[in-house]
């Protein structure tokens, strides 16, 4: 039976257990599976636990999630479609507050989920999604980009100079 590299060992990923009659040589091993920690935050699955105080509450994600928040975000900062134009972060929480006052939710709420998004490490919009366990095309884009070698889009880069 032919061995992808003879003298290796096993590749193993956590999630998925050993895969069979792959084998791969020691050196590459760590690049493996740096790049599978790259393709799991690009999941969205985070390799380690997170502290439950650095998370955004069930009950305010379940809201976020009911209202499509995280899908309306990452529409506008990386659009399905590469007609529509990308909306830039500013910095702060404006597109955030923007979205959710579309959403029908009033400012008191607002102003609460905007403080779970600081408590849970965001800055700004774009950290919404870079630190939110769901999905999102800005998340992958970034950590594809990451993995391949190359530059990885900057929501800033548009940032407006006052």
Known sequence: MKRDIPDGESAFWPEQGALPGRVVHPARKGALSGLGGLLRRARGVSAVKHDARTEIPAAVRELLV??????????????????????WCQGGFELAARILSEAGMKEEGIQQVLQAFVASGSECDCGVLYNSPQQSRLKTEYWLARALGERPCDPHSQMRQD
């Open 66 to 87: 009911k209202k499509n928040f995280f899908e309306r975000l990452d529409d506008r900062l990386c659009p399905k479609d590469s007609s529509q134009s990308r909306t």
